[in-house]
Each structure stands twice: as structure tokens, then as C-alpha cells.
């Protein structure tokens, strides 16, 4: 590009220049000359540190990212339930912002042998931000306490591989019907022939 639109260092419309003669401005205060608005014609230069405005850009971007933190929230065996959805929405507050969420629910004297009613206000919370939460850590008994921990977002769905078809069955030819096969006629045997009395016999008698 043989010439450029220039702004100072200072922040001044210089006009269209030569962009040799940009960048030997720039060198004379030992900056770089940076294309601001490469769209724009002649193409928008600037004089400037481009490390340090590299360095501001990314400090005011970390401003922005928010580090997650984990939140606790605490209550009783006996909490009712006004007192629970108050407690849920709060959480429901911190999680939108990315931070995890401990629940601690103290337990004292006789309330330790009550850890049913306990862990169904565990279940309550978890399903009541069942939408925008999943358990990172279910719901345990640490002494005289007990915690569950909740992340942001919901729990990833497991796939399950498709289960393979059944063979289909293979088609057999029809079978004709077997036709009854009538027995061989017994040949009928001959007659057997009368004895005759031998003629030596005779004559003796």
C-alpha cells in the first residue's frame, strides 16, 4: 500500500501520508505503525507500543472472565420450605454466575439420628435446580454435618451403543404334506401240494 491514513501517537489526524514516511515517523518516537482499519481507503495506521496496547488488551479481557468460586450455603434439619426455595434461588444466583455451590446442613444433638429428613432436603434441593445444576458430589455425612456440592450445568448424557437387531428370521420353504405310503401286497403263497403215498409203502401194507 503506498500510502496510509495516519494517526500519532499522540492521537492526532495526520492525513493521508506515504507509508514510508509513516514508518519513519514511527521509528523517530520508537513505536510500531499499526493498521487499525485495514478495510478503510487508504487503509487506517497508527503510531502506538504495539506490546503495551497487547498487554492492556488482554489485562481488560481477564477483567471480564469470571473465576469460579465455590459458594456455601447453610441450613438446618427442621429448614422449612419457604426457607428452602429461598435458599435454592440463591443458589440458583450463584450458579448462573459459574460458581459451584456447597450445601451444609448442621446437625446438633438428636438431629444427628434424624439423617433421612436430612438427606430428603438434599434430594429436594438437587431436583429443584435439576435444570441449570448437576452434583459434582452427592450428599455425605461429615461428622456432625452434611454436604453436597452442585456445578453448573447439566449432567452429560451417557450414549449408550444401539443394541444390535435380531437376525431376521430366515423364510423356510413350505413342506408338503407327506402322503401316507400304502404297504407292498404280500405275495399270497401257493397252496402246498398234497403228500402222495409212495408206492413201496403201499405194497407192504
Known amino acids: 500500500m ?7 501517537h499522540e492521537g492526532t489526524q495526520v492525513g493521508v501520508v506515504a507509508t514510508l514516511e509513516a514508518l519513519r515517523m514511527a521509528r523517530e518516537v520508537e513505536m510500531d505503525l499499526v493498521e487499525v482499519a485495514p478495510t478503510e481507503r487508504p487503509p487506517v495506521c497508527r503510531i502506538m507500543d504495539f506490546g503495551k496496547q497487547k498487554y ?45 455451590v456447597q450445601f ?3 446437625m446438633r444433638g438428636r438431629e444427628r439420628f434424624h439423617t433421612d429428613m436430612a438427606l430428603a432436603s438434599m434430594r429436594q434441593i438437587a431436583d429443584g435446580l435439576a435444570d441449570c445444576s448437576h452434583i459434582e458430589r452427592a450428599a455425605r ?3 456432625r454435618r452434611i454436604t453436597m456440592v452442585i456445578v453448573p450445568g447439566k449432567a452429560p448424557s451417557i450414549v449408550k451403543p ?6 431376521a428370521p430366515v423364510a423356510q420353504p413350505p413342506q408338503q404334506p407327506v402322503q401316507p405310503v400304502a404297504p407292498a401286497p404280500v405275495p399270497a403263497s401257493p397252496d402246498p401240494a398234497p403228500v402222495q403215498p409212495s408206492a413201496g409203502l403201499g405194497g407192504q401194507a
Request: glycine share 4%.
Open 2 to 8: 503506498p500510502q496510509v491514513r495516519l494517526i500519532d
Open 141 to 143: 455425612a461429615e461428622g
Open 104 to 106: 451444609t446442613m448442621m
Open 56 to 100: 492492556r488488551q488482554n489485562k481488560k479481557q481477564k477483567k471480564h472472565v469470571h473465576e469460579q468460586q465455590l459458594k456455601e450455603l447453610r441450613l438446618r434439619p427442621n429448614t422449612d420450605d419457604h426457607d428452602l426455595e429461598v435458599k435454592i434461588k440463591k443458589a440458583r444466583e450463584f450458579l448462573k454466575r459459574g460458581d459451584r
Open 162 to 167: 444401539d443394541k444390535p437387531a435380531a437376525p
